[in-house]
């Protein structure tokens, strides 16, 4: 790719808000070394362009109509433009984490934020266009962070319940009341009250519905 070898660095701007994709192209084209070759209005178009142009880079935009940025990531990136060495560098002002990870998973080179210095997004670009990975400070920072409490979270081991007590809350998640868990299971209702407080205190909830969704997310029923 061109970027590589010293000839300028060929890009596709996507963002469907005209004013500020006039203001990223001319941002660029004032910039040695960066052409832009290739001006998209949605993510379908994007990914047009850069199957047709095979640039370096697409900056890449993440609310955008037809086609979102991340899954245009996705698409350009499984094209003959990945294969032939297109990379994607979001430029957005949406820092949430769902939108971080839709565009890391997708295979984004980078996420950089709208509000940056001009410095920086061109320094992420030329990054970028050489094969490394560019990431603003807070989109770093809160990956940090979610990766820790992930791990954090896998390394506390899930509570174990009795057989009863799992017999117990797979009836309250089919929507049985305590009287009828109670005539089902041949056990009083103040047996099944005490079984479920024993749950709740074991998954660290303080209702039937939270019991039900917390085990189902550790996989106990």
Excluded at 116 to 130: C, F, M, N, T
Excluded at 187 to 203: D, P, Q, R, S
Aim: charged share 25%; hydrophobic share 50%; no cysteine.
């Amino acid at each position: 790719m061109s970027g590589r070898t010293g000839e300028p660095i060929r890009v596709v701007v996507a963002d469907d808000h005209p004013i500020v994709r006039a203001g990223i192209v001319g941002l660029l084209e004032s910039e040695p070394g960066i052409d832009v070759v290739g001006e998209a209005v949605d993510g379908a178009e994007a990914v047009a362009l850069a199957v047709e142009l095979r640039p370096d880079l697409v900056l890449m935009d993440l609310r955008m109509p037809v086609l979102d940025g991340a899954a245009a990531t996705e698409r350009i990136l499984a094209s003959a433009a990945g294969a032939a060495g297109t990379r994607v560098l979001v430029l957005t002002t949406y820092e949430t984490d769902d939108h971080i990870l839709a565009a890391i998973e997708a295979g984004a080179s980078g996420y950089l934020l709208k509000a940056a210095p001009q410095e920086e997004i061109l320094a992420g670009i030329r990054s970028v266009a050489a094969g490394e990975t560019v990431l603003a400070p807070s989109i770093a920072a809160k990956l940090v962070a979610r990766v820790r409490s992930g791990a954090a979270a896998a390394a506390v081991p899930a509570p174990t319940l009795s057989p009863r007590e799992l017999e117990v809350l797979r009836l309250v998640a089919d929507g049985r009341s305590n009287p009828e868990i109670g005539r089902m299971l041949h056990i009083g209702e103040a047996t099944v009250k005490t079984h479920l407080i024993h749950v709740f205190e074991k998954l660290e909830v303080g209702d039937r519905t939270r019991a039900v969704t917390r085990a189902m997310e550790l996989g106990l029923i």
